[in-house]
């Protein structure tokens, strides 16, 4: 009878980087899970916790014995084994004897393919305490990171040094030596507050320990824990938290039992923008920003501490003088930007390279407002939102050459920097704004330029950016996307679809890609035909997200997406039409229709036109006649975009269309015949065809 008990495993570090604990954590799980399957170990569950100076892995309900393993080796058929009196043959001995068994142990199968001989082989199961020093040295060894260290005389690689190894199946260590680290029973608390050692009896006895030791081991406590005590002492000097889900989520694991330290720094600060204080205190001390009940910011912050809270003045005190000195560096570069006009600083520029083949960013601005001209006119904007454009993209870039943004810890601030300095300029309020949406959508999910100045020059950013990769053999491959071409990709087609532009596609890329004639390293057409079947894909991907099935974004990108718009409006009348009962069997036609087409060849030619006069039966007639009738107005329906009505009118022809193939027979020998029949069904299809390509369309009966 099996005995399950809980499995303890510990691997006892150095502080590792906040970053590594959840991917860490993440691979522990997986690798556990299969190696515990390769070793066929039934387990009840997996738990893994962690902090930055433990990994926990504890495998509950863990089985006491390997499961047995019986295979089944299938030789020669019967007949080849066996001679005609039932004697083994040499064929049946050789198999016996390459499995370690006699001639006694065969037996016979039947299969499908008829009847063979084979052999069962069982091996039983070891008892659990044997595997797991074995398995459990596997698993540390599995564990990988982005940087890994050697450390004193020992030859493993891990994220940090390994202090202690902690092994329990039930209250019995599991004993094993990694590079003379040996496994034990023996832990330790948090490194100030309760450091240890201490002896674990079994896995219960190990979670009781650290909590009295000082240790929250479990992450979203952690987490919550954090954030509270944050919140908390922001109450209790009546201010309120500036709150941020990443810096909380580093913090978290920065921390083993996370304690609230509130900090001040000088007034005289306050006179620098928000984000530049809010950055100095989150980038350089993971500290966070506090706000007076009126909104503005407050000259403290607050710090959280790994920290015995006896030592809450030192913790203070320190981040008081690190956060005051950037508040200062901060403050000069400020000021000395101040002295100078950002149009002064674009000229700056030209000693800037972009990219080596594509020239300096300057270059990159001049081909921005070129852009930007074209989308203003494409999209008839008024002679102000056009100048404010031109001067946004004039300026764009120009805060990448201040003081500021050349410091590494205040880059992030790029666009933001230079929205505050146009300001101060004088500039028109849409252009400074501009200035900071252009780098809009920075992320999945971020918001999208407010101002149509914004998306514009957003736009044009992008549209050169990805023009010029794609135009000197710069494009994302698998993990491999420097110049984050998708993410700009998909922000050109969420600004268009969320602002409704009327734009051409090829329109503007065959635009940016003459303002980069001599850069090119294929033809503009080839370059062209890539980027369209890259923004494609992105097309088709934010149609789906917004809810659209795959086949109908499929049948309305497969006859065209030059206009975003267009498209979806297409693919939305489809998604409604749909519901529709003729909805399928207009699409099984259309799939009849495209295959006839293929098989003569005729899809690809121009067609003669439909003669009545030729049509012999009446279900043709009928058919010419149903069409005919609602061509003009479908016709029109589509040229105002109205799909749904025009959809509303096809789908009114199923009836004759399916009375047309149930008693027409289009392949006639009488090649006139034959070929007006074929110009009928291909006038009719090149209507649909001008909503989408409802052959691509799943039926329900597919």
Known sequence: MFVYQNLLFEIGVEELPPGFINPA???????????FGKYRLYVGSYRVEGTPRRLILCVQNLVSRQADLVREHRGPAKRIAFDKNGNPTKAAIGFARGKGKTVHDLIVKQTPKGKYIAVVQKESGKPTEELLPELLKKLLQSLTFPKTMRWGRHEIRFARPISWLLALFGEEPVTFQIDRIESGRVTYGHRWISPGPFAVKNADHYFEIMEQAGVCYDMAQRKQRTLSEMRDAAQKHDMELVENPALLDTVSNIVEIPHAVVGCFHTDFL??????????????????????PDGRLAPKFIQVSNSDPKNDDNVRVGSERVIAARLADARFFYLEDCKTPLSEKTLLLKNVIFQ???????????RMKSICKKLSESLSLSPEEKANSL???????????????????FAKLQGFMGWKYAEMDGEHPAVAQAIFEHYMPRYANDQLPETIEGAVTSLADKFDTITGCFGVGITPTGSQDPYALRRAALGIVRIILDRE?????????????????????????????????????????????????????????????????????????????RRHPDFD?????????????????????????????????????????????KRSIVEQHIDERAYDRALGLLVELRQPIDNFFDHVFVMVEDQGVRNNR??????????????????RIVVSAE
């Open 25 to 35: 954590l993440k691979q522990l799980r997986e690798k556990a899970e299969r190696l």
């Open 271 to 292: 006179e620098l923008p928000d984000e530049m204080i809010i950055t100095a205190i989150e980038r350089h001390q993971k500290c966070f920003a506090l706000r007076l």
């Open 356 to 366: 080596k083949d594509l020239g300096s960013i300057y270059e990159k601005v001049e």
């Open 391 to 409: 001067r946004a993209a004039h300026l764009a870039k120009a805060d990448l050459v201040s003081n500021m943004i050349g410091e590494k810890e």
């Open 501 to 577: 532009f009327d734009l051409s596609l090829q329109s503007i890329l065959d635009h940016a890609l003459e303002r980069l004639q001599g850069k090119l390293k294929q033809s503009a057409d080839e370059t062209l035909k890539n980027i369209e079947g890259f923004f494609r894909r992105r097309l088709d991907s934010i149609l789906r997200e917004e809810g659209f099935d795959y086949d109908i974004t499929d049948a309305a990108l497969t006859i065209s997406f030059d206009n975003f718009i267009d498209t979806r409006k297409r693919a939305k009348a489809i998604q409604n039409m």
């Open 585 to 629: 069997s207009i699409a099984t036609a259309n799939k009849r229709v495209t295959n006839i087409l293929k098989k003569t060849g005729v899809s690809s030619k121009l067609y003669q036109k439909v003669d009545p006069n030729k049509f012999d039966q009446e279900e043709e007639k009928a058919l010419y006649r149903a069409y005919q009738e």
């Open 678 to 695: 074929l110009a009928l069904m291909r006038e009719i299809k090149r209507t649909f065809d001008r909503i989408a390509d409802f052959s």
